[in-house]
């Protein structure tokens, strides 16, 4: 009994990682005002030690809601 291994080959195998796409920072300014006021909330709330629940949002707002995150920290 002849037992070999068999191993794929590399046009076979799907790549495992995926590119990331870069993309620029957003202005400060076309940041919505809600979503700034929520980046703050969350920045209050972690400072103070509280627990915060963010709601589902689309990859838009919460891009928006990090961006205002990193500002606010950035200023801090």
């Known amino acids: 009994m002849n037992l070999s291994i068999l191993s794929p080959s590399t046009e076979a195998v799907k790549p495992r990682r995926h590119q990331?796409?870069?993309r620029?920072?957003?202005a400060a300014r076309?940041?919505?005002p809600a979503l700034k006021a929520f980046g703050r909330?969350?920045?209050r709330s972690?400072?103070?030690g509280r627990g915060v629940h963010i709601p589902a949002m689309n990859n838009i707002a919460f891009g928006q809601?990090?961006?205002t995150l990193e500002l606010k920290r950035a200023c801090n």
Do not use: G, N
Request: glycine share 0%.
């Open 30 to 32: 076309e940041i919505d």
């Open 41 to 43: 909330h969350i920045a």
């Open 65 to 67: 809601v990090l961006r």
């Open 20 to 22: 990331r796409i870069l």
């Open 46 to 48: 972690i400072r103070k």
């Open 24 to 26: 620029d920072d957003i």
